[in-house]
């Protein structure tokens, strides 16, 4: 089956540095990418569509300033928190379509974020 | 607008238990349904899915059937192991061909006790 690797699997960052969140499809290609975010003991949240060769699209209420998607190939998208915070900790995942007419979904195994 | 919604955890069984999880839905449409497992610090794995109205999602023992009438796709499983316990979320996709775009429900916590 399709693989979705995400990188780094955890990270720890002091307050007001950036991170970049890897997504990568590994042996398929991804026009489509998506980034959710958990809290613990909680759902999964869609952030963003991730879209290669064009802007993300957020979902309402998330900071796209905070929040910097790119999507520059078919088989890699990057979440970057920018100027992050404690409360900006939280897990991160990233998934990708394929499959049979792309209706199937490959989740990356998540990011740990922690802000201290 | 959609949603999902699942039965509040945590579920605590005792190994060789029957388990039922309960989903139900909003969604406009036919949306396709899934539910996925997801291990302590681990990303998510589909674990079965249903495309239409009475379909038979079945996986490793689990088993959900899409009902429209009832817009539910419960979870069973006849005999639950330790190594189920995991979380369960519920799913449901309204955009074809956008299968990584998913409505999640809160997630249900099972913990199987030996």
């Known amino acids: 089956g399709a693989v979705v690797s995400q990188h780094p699997s955890w990270v720890i960052c002091k307050s007001g540095t950036s991170v970049k969140i890897e997504c990568r499809s590994l042996d398929f290609q991804a026009t489509t990418m998506f980034w959710y975010r958990q809290f613990p003991k909680q759902s999964l949240m869609l952030m963003a569509t991730s879209n290669e060769g064009s802007k993300a699209t957020y979902e309402q209420g998330v900071e796209k300033d905070k929040f910097l998607i790119n999507h520059a190939s078919l088989t890699l998208s990057t979440l970057t928190v920018t100027s992050a915070h404690p409360e900006d900790s939280s897990f991160y995942i990233c998934?990708?379509?394929?499959?049979?007419?792309?209706?199937?979904?490959?989740f990356g195994q998540g990011t740990r974020l922690t802000v201290v | 607008g959609d949603s999902v919604t699942q039965m509040e955890g945590p579920v605590t069984l005792s190994e060789e238990a029957f388990l039922t999880i309960n989903c139900t839905y909003t969604?406009?449409?036919?949306?396709?349904l899934f539910w996925y497992v997801q291990y302590p610090g681990e990303g998510l794995q589909l674990l079965l899915k249903a495309t239409k109205a009475d379909d038979k999602g079945s996986n490793k023992g689990f088993e959900a059937t899409y009902r429209k009438e009832t817009t539910s796709f419960h979870l069973e499983k006849g005999s639950v192991q330790v190594s189920d316990s995991a979380v369960y979320f519920c799913?449901?996709?309204?955009?074809?061909?956008?299968?990584?775009?998913?409505?999640f429900g809160q997630g249900t916590e099972l913990s199987v006790k030996p």
């Open positions: 799913a449901l996709n309204k955009v074809y061909n956008q299968g990584g775009k998913l409505i």
């Open positions: 969604a406009t449409g036919y949306p396709s």
């Open positions: 998934s990708a379509g394929g499959g049979f007419l792309n209706t199937e979904a490959f």
